[in-house]
């Protein structure tokens, strides 16, 4: 007898490695691995590049012009029962797809989504109600949605435990060491260079902040060549950064991304706003302390004593469904920059409380808590 099928569709943004390399595509991966023990998954990847992979289910590379195609040729070529399609991709793309699948047959569309910033607008919520199972990946946007009348479930993420594991302090010097960076004080940012995760502040707030401290120094993982982000190294010279700053291209190994973590003395993620921030959940796993913005899932994350918030000066309406971005002026991520880098080198072990706080709150995202919710909205 066949399994029952479920088609997953996301980004699927591999790295040459074979790993996932965005958020979504980790979710996506995640889950699909899950399923797969139980079900005939069939992935469909719209930014999948045909890069090697790993996973115990086929993975196909599809235009997002064509999915619509590609779901129903899938729907009425394979003798698997297909009741269920997962689309772990932007609102936007999740409304988008859901008139199509209803379209094509009965289908379960399960929608896995982030609500970046605040307010759901009201065409969103009606275009939400088209999707039949709406998971959103943190308890802020599932707020935001139930606000608004359009009932959610919250898919809490979670993170591997092995992959990301917690580092040791003779790990973290030796790496320092490997990198050159021994005798710097080291804020790392895995953020892809888009408007959103605001790369030129935490430029901005270095440039001001090595005018009194030299040591500071930003490593930053991103997409070097992406059309939609800063020109980084006028970016670095336009603020004075140019020796403080190492920018690294997105397209490592997870071990090689667990490296950069592991060396580095604090994660920084003063974004504009995040519908989750996996690089605050994997920098909590591995056991560094977190600085992010005191807004939407960030602050959900690291609340309650698990990192370092930092208040918004100014919240102005985006033209990205209309929702609040959160502006930290460069000045205040200076003090911020300057206070944590002092008190580190005053006392190594200052945010060890901080530390066990995050990991504990990462260790109880279970995987199984997760699938719970999935299996939960499948027919």
Same mark, same amino acid.
């Given at each position: 007898?066949? =399994?029952?099928?479920?088609?997953?569709?996301?980004d699927w943004d591999?790295?040459?490695?074979?790993?996932?390399?965005? *958020? @979504?595509?980790?979710? &996506? &991966?995640?889950?699909?691995i899950e399923l797969a023990k139980k079900y005939n998954v069939i992935a469909l *990847?719209?930014? @999948?590049?045909?890069?090697?992979? @790993?996973?115990?289910? /086929?993975?196909?590379?599809?235009? #997002? /012009?064509?999915?619509?195609?590609?779901i129903a040729t899938i729907k009425n070529g394979i003798k698997d029962e297909l009741k269920n399609i997962i689309v772990a991709l932007d609102i936007?793309?999740?409304?988008q797809l859901a008139e199509v699948i209803k379209s094509i047959g009965n289908l379960n569309h399960v929608g896995i989504m982030a609500v970046e910033g605040d307010p759901v607008i009201m065409s969103i919520a009606l275009d939400?109600? =088209?999707i039949d199972e709406r998971l959103i990946i943190s308890q802020f946007g599932a707020d935001e949605c139930n606000k608004v009348g359009v009932p959610t479930k919250h898919l809490p993420i979670s993170v591997d435990l092995n992959i990301w594991r917690k580092r040791t302090i003779d790990e973290k010097n030796v790496l320092k060491e490997a990198m050159g960076l021994k005798d710097k004080t080291i804020f790392f940012i895995n953020a892809d260079g888009n408007e959103r995760k605001n790369l030129s502040l935490h430029y901005e707030a270095l440039g001001l902040a090595i005018k009194e401290n030299p040591n500071l120094f930003l490593v930053v993982l991103t997409r070097k060549n992406s059309p939609v982000s800063w020109r980084l190294d006028d970016l670095a010279m336009q603020f004075g950064v140019q020796n403080n700053v190492m920018v690294l291209d997105r397209e490592k190994s997870q071990g090689d991304v667990w490296k950069l973590y592991a060396m580095s003395d604090f994660i920084i993620n003063c974004t504009k706003a995040e519908g989750l921030g996996m690089?605050?959940? +994997? *920098?909590? #796993?591995? *056991?560094?302390?977190?600085?992010?913005?005191? #807004?939407? &899932?960030?602050?959900?994350?690291?609340s309650d004593g698990r990192g370092i918030l930092v208040d918004a000066d100014f919240m102005p309406?985006?033209?990205?469904?209309?929702?609040?971005?959160? @502006?930290?002026?460069? +000045?205040?991520? =200076?003090?911020?920059?300057?206070d944590v880098s002092k008190k580190?080198? +005053?006392? +190594?072990?200052i945010y060890d409380e901080m530390i066990d706080k995050a990991r504990k709150y990462v260790d109880g995202r279970t995987i199984d808590n997760m699938m719970e919710v999935i299996y939960g909205s499948l027919k």
């Open positions: 007898m066949n =399994k029952d099928a479920i088609i997953v569709v996301s591999i790295s040459p490695y074979g790993d996932a390399q965005s *958020g @979504y595509s980790n979710i &996506a &991966a995640n889950i699909s *990847g719209i930014s @999948y590049r045909r890069n090697q992979h @790993y996973y115990p289910f /086929s993975l196909t590379q599809v235009p #997002a /012009s064509q999915l619509p195609s590609a936007p793309l999740n409304c939400l109600f =088209k690089a605050l959940l +994997e *920098g909590m #796993a591995v *056991g560094v302390p977190v600085i992010a913005t005191n #807004a939407t &899932a960030m602050k959900e994350t690291l309406t985006d033209v990205f469904l209309n929702t609040k971005r959160y @502006y930290i002026f460069p +000045e205040k991520l =200076k003090n911020v920059l300057l580190l080198n +005053e006392n +190594e072990n």
